[in-house]
């Protein structure tokens, strides 16, 4: 069964740190893996896909990481901001276009 | 683009009465998704369309829950009857052809079943 699990399951950090937030899946065959955030009370956004080629991508302060030899994925973001609070949720695709397989998310908050 | 486009916003309604939830996806996109989240279960997929055709309604819990789309630029999804348990953020989400392709949601509507 495909599988994608998330830690911590929320995290608590200071204005201006940095933090890792992890995602290790079992998903087969492993097509792409993109995390998303969600705002509270938004709708999921994207920051960023992984193909299986891929060990690096950076979008600005978030820099997504993939070792498809251990299936694990990490979203690493660097001097966080108070708007970094949100619901950071991993999605894997295998197969075709709609297999998904959602994480059940980490939930960070900033503190000022 | 205005972006995926769902109402109403939120909802509360009592045991029994029928709600329906709607959902304008982004012009050009062909798959359409329904979800589901709450803090317990996270995101499920209900069901999704492609090309205006359901594909994969295995996520839709039973009976009581029916979706349509009965043209590229509008669909619903309907709850008849409403329990309590259905309490719950809906979400719809619009995507493109291309495999893998990232999923744009809409904002959500909150139902509250009393």
């Known amino acids: 069964k495909n599988q994608v699990e998330q830690s911590p399951q929320s995290l608590i950090i200071l204005e201006g740190k940095n933090c890792t937030l992890q995602?290790?899946?079992?998903?087969?065959?492993?097509?792409?893996l993109r995390w998303y955030k969600q705002d509270t009370g938004r709708g999921p956004v994207s920051l960023t896909i992984?193909?299986?080629?891929?060990n690096t991508k950076s979008n600005g302060r978030y820099t997504a990481t993939l070792d498809a030899d251990t299936k694990q994925s990490s979203l690493h973001i660097t001097a966080s901001q108070l708007s970094d609070s949100a619901s950071y949720i991993c999605v894997v695709t295998s197969g075709s276009a709609r297999q998904l397989t959602f994480g059940s998310g980490t939930q960070l908050t900033v503190l000022p | 683009d205005a972006g995926v486009i769902q109402s109403p916003r939120h909802e509360v309604t009592e045991m029994g009465q029928e709600v329906t939830l709607r959902c304008k996806p982004i012009?050009?996109?062909?798959?359409l998704f329904w979800y589901r989240q709450t803090m317990m279960r996270g995101l499920e997929l209900l069901i999704y369309f492609n090309n205006n055709v359901p594909i994969d309604d295995s996520g839709m819990p039973e009976d009581r829950f029916s979706a349509k789309m009965p043209n590229a630029s509008f669909s619903t999804l309907k709850i008849q009857p409403s329990e309590p348990r259905d309490s719950a953020v809906y979400f719809c989400?619009?995507?493109?052809?291309?495999?893998?392709?990232?999923?744009?949601f809409g904002e959500g509507s909150r139902l509250t079943v009393l």
């Open positions: 989400a619009s995507s493109g052809d291309r495999v893998g392709g990232e999923l744009f």
């Open positions: 012009s050009g996109h062909n798959s």
């Open positions: 992984m193909t299986f080629s891929e």
């Open positions: 995602c290790n899946y079992t998903v087969s065959p492993f097509s792409n």
